[in-house]
């Protein structure tokens, strides 16, 4: 029997779960990057409880949650132009994170959270929606492309001393 997914805003209450899945999801995707020393620090200013409820609290922001049953199998995170952009329009937005498990991808899921992110940025009547993805993460370049996202510039993120080589990514609504 399948369980249908549950596609709802976050709220307080999910940021215990938000936090644990940030952390696994990062981990699972990114985690042999780093020495375990950066990541232990990453992940306890990234995903700790009180900065997940910060995140939660910020009007500004939006949080979509993706449960299916009683699991979390996935997020969607936008909010506010954070990114080093150069001369950025007044009205960008940014998409902050789409982290999926590793089971949910492949399945469709990842075009229905970019739709959400999409139809909340165009909602916000934005001129340009942003993002930052890993310079080698392949398949999340290619994701956004096909929504029409171009390379525009590029920056390090850190993850505790280790600087990672991000793109920055645009896309013209």
């Not at 699991?71 to 909010?79: P, R």
């Not at 739709?115 to 370049?141: F, I, P, T």
Request: proline content about 4%; overall charge negative.
């Amino acid at each position: 029997m399948s369980v249908d997914l549950q596609i709802r805003l976050a709220s307080d209450a999910d940021a215990p779960a938000l936090a644990a899945f940030g952390a696994k999801t990062f981990l699972e995707t990114f985690g042999h990057l780093y020495p375990p020393e950066d990541k232990e620090y990453f992940l306890g200013q990234r995903f700790s409880l009180e900065r997940t409820l910060q995140d939660l609290r910020d009007p500004a922001r939006t949080m979509t949650m993706v449960y299916r049953g009683d699991d979390l199998v996935a997020f969607l995170d936008c909010g506010p132009l954070t990114l080093p952009v150069e001369s950025p329009e007044s009205d960008a937005l940014e998409l902050y994170r789409l982290y999926l498990d590793e089971a949910q991808k492949g399945t469709g899921l990842a075009h229905r959270l970019m739709d959400m992110a999409l139809n909340w940025a165009r909602g916000k009547q934005a001129s340009a929606l942003y993002l930052g993805v890993w310079s080698q993460n392949e398949r999340a370049k290619r994701l956004y492309s096909k929504y029409g996202f171009e390379i525009v510039g590029a920056y390090h993120f850190k993850v505790g001393n280790t600087l990672d080589d991000e793109r920055i990514m645009c896309l013209a609504l």
